[in-house]
């Protein structure tokens, strides 16, 4: 028992992170905001105005845009779905609730279209059992109508400008931090083709697996937000490029785990590890211009540079890491071609030289795909 509420406990830990933590503030922040603003104006279900900020506030701007604008869409068009009902169907209350739950039916099935008819659903469902029949059903659908509009803005604003979280950011982090895990399953990869580490279990390549696919849904949170109009990074060829430098290494590592002839595999050795290096070097470059500014800089040496000479050492590093990667490359093409032309594939495993062979030719590709992202993001002169 005791086990188990430690670890619990650790769980809520690790889910407490800073940003878990500013979410949590301004959501309560605005929840607040919403109640305070109701009892100023005399709203008489201020509450749904409070349910609706807590409901839209989201972790980053661009999904809090997102839930918004369905949460716009679908109060509206409940309220003149609600209106339309009470209009036409017969005064017998039990008839305008046969209605309505016809209403919620269409409503449901049409939420698999889009989800802003769930919220068009709620919408009239307060709006007809909540309306006492004495004032107009149009008046008091259209008081629960601003309530809900009160709760948008509020959530909007709160979410726009305290901590403001921008998917787009966050989405550069994720990018450069999984640049840098790739390059370190690459670094490992290499050394173990070249029997230097033993070959280490996929499971890290399923977390990362799955690191990778969440940045779809922060590309598209990101491309709701206003701020990236005319941005610098078109960040879908990124997602794409790492996707395939993700399957790149994955084929390295499982070609490794393949047993047999190592003798092969040192031939290759200087070659593999110098074009490993070189690949997680430029890797590295990559995660670093991708991070927020700043956040990668080694003051220590910075500090006595101005900014012009920091940028043109800074591109001077660029330019030699894809140049030692294209020097790389073809210095493991130039290997293979000895090999060949010595015969030494004939004294080896053939089952050997083939997994030696898809782990180069995977090594190559990514070589490849790293260079056209370098010069992507600016890093490579062509």
């Known amino acids: 028992m005791r086990d188990s509420w430690y670890s619990l406990l650790f769980r809520l830990q690790a889910a407490l992170t800073p940003a878990r933590l500013r979410h949590g503030i301004k959501t309560a922040l605005a929840a607040g905001i919403c109640q305070a603003a109701s009892a100023l104006l005399g709203l008489e279900y201020g509450y749904w105005s409070v349910l609706t900020a807590i409901i839209v506030m989201q972790m980053d701007l661009g999904n809090s845009l997102k839930a918004s604008a369905n949460r ?6 409940g309220a003149v779905a609600a ?70 803005g509020v959530a909007v604003a709160v979410s726009a400008l305290v901590w403001p979280a921008r998917a787009s950011g966050l989405l550069r982090v994720a990018l450069g931090k999984e640049l840098r895990n790739l390059a370190r399953l690459l670094d490992e990869a290499g050394k173990a083709f070249v029997g230097l580490i033993p070959a280490s279990p996929p499971g890290r390549m399923e977390q990362l697996q799955a690191e990778l696919a969440r940045n779809r849904a922060l590309w598209q949170s990101a491309r709701r937000e206003p701020s990236l109009v005319g941005r610098e990074i078109d960040f879908m060829p990124l997602i794409q490029g ?80 894809a140049l030692d990667l294209d020097q790389a490359l073809a210095g493991l093409d130039r290997r293979f071609l000895e090999l060949r032309t010595q015969d030494a594939t004939k004294a080896h495993p053939l089952e050997s030289i083939m997994a030696s062979f898809a782990f180069c030719q995977a090594l190559k590709n990514l070589a490849s795909h790293i260079l056209g992202l370098a010069e992507g993001l600016g890093l490579r002169r062509t």
């Open 83 to 152: 209106v339309a009902l009470g209009l036409l169907a017969p005064p017998d209350p039990a008839w305008r609730e046969v209605g309505l739950l016809g209403l919620v039916g269409v409503c449901a099935c049409l939420a698999q279209v889009h989800e802003s008819f769930r919220m068009a659903a709620i919408t009239a469902v307060i709006a007809i059992l909540g309306w006492n029949g004495q004032e107009s059903l149009l008046l008091f659908s259209l008081a629960r109508t601003v309530e809900i509009f009160l709760g948008v």
């Open 72 to 77: 716009l869409l679908g109060t509206m068009t």
């Open 242 to 321: 790492l996707d395939r430098l993700f399957e790149e290494v994955r084929v390295m590592r499982r070609q490794v785990r393949v047993q047999g002839d190592q003798a092969y595999r040192q031939s290759l050795a200087g070659e593999v590890t110098g074009l490993s290096r070189a690949a997680s070097r430029l890797m590295e470059r990559l995660a670093r211009e991708l991070e927020p500014q700043g956040q990668a800089r080694d003051d220590k040496t910075r500090a006595d540079k101005t900014g012009d000479d920091q940028a043109r050492d800074d591109k001077t590093g660029d330019d030699q890491a």
